[in-house]
């Protein structure tokens, strides 16, 4: 019989016994979170590594690998032997859990995300039609599209003005106009000046607009010029700082 025999069956079932009663305190250790494993012939794996599964597994099935150089004839090779490789074969398990559930969790939150991405789109389409719905019934605002007939420094000086009272040139006019209907006050006409065509939507409601076309008859003049006449009378005012 050799001096040193080797341990029997039990005596290494109840070493690796021994050895899983400590899984459940290091249920959730990661690849190189421990020190003095005896595994300095592998590589440590990198931070990447330790939150890739395949990469866990991989390490994990590394560890279960058995030392190649055992010396069998000596009873502290193979004891020494047995405690690494049962701390090893721990420390897989441990890995190997630790991949299953961080796998089930990517998967599972791969599906949350999804749900949650779709949540929002749904959300966002309905803003969507909320406003194109609001938009579409909201009632419009009276305007007329109008080719005014006036000297182009007078509209100018008039846009500029209503800039600095931060109000649209079409509200600008539509106020001018406004006033003339109510006022029924024609202005003179300017033959000193030559006037040029400019576009404008102006804000007047129809009724407005109908009574200003009849001091346009009046007038003797087309509408658009008349609307000029307006703009350039009300820049003779800024002019005369009465503003």
């Not at 509200?171 to 000046?193: G, T, Y």
């Amino acid at each position: 019989m050799h001096p040193n025999p080797a341990p029997r069956d039990d005596e290494l079932d109840a070493l690796f016994t021994s050895r899983a009663e400590t899984r459940a305190k290091e249920r959730y250790r990661l690849a190189g979170g421990a020190s003095g494993t005896g595994r300095s012939r592998r590589s440590t794996p990198t931070l990447d590594d330790a939150l890739d599964p395949v990469a866990m597994l991989e390490e994990a099935a590394a560890l279960l690998e058995p030392e190649p150089d055992v010396d069998w004839s000596s009873a502290e090779s193979l004891d020494a032997h047995a405690l690494r490789y049962a701390r090893h074969c721990d420390e897989a398990l441990t890995l190997a859990d630790v991949a299953f559930a961080y796998d089930d969790l990517v998967r599972r939150g791969a599906v949350e995300r999804r749900r949650v991405l779709r949540r929002a789109e749904a959300i966002r389409n309905r803003r969507r039609r909320a406003l194109e719905r609001d938009y579409a019934t909201e009632p419009r605002r009276a305007n007329h599209p109008v080719k005014v007939e006036v000297d182009p420094g007078a509209w100018n000086a008039v846009k500029r003005g209503a800039y600095f009272d931060r109000r649209p040139m079409g509200a600008k006019v539509a106020e001018l106009i406004d006033r003339a209907v109510q006022d029924r006050v024609i202005p003179r006409r300017s033959p000193v000046r030559t006037p040029e065509r400019r576009f404008a939507r102006l804000f007047v409601e129809a009724g407005t607009w109908a009574g200003f076309r009849v001091l346009a008859l009046d007038a003797r003049v087309s509408a658009g010029r008349l609307v000029g006449l307006l703009v350039e009378r009300e820049a003779k005012r800024y002019e005369d700082g009465e503003r």
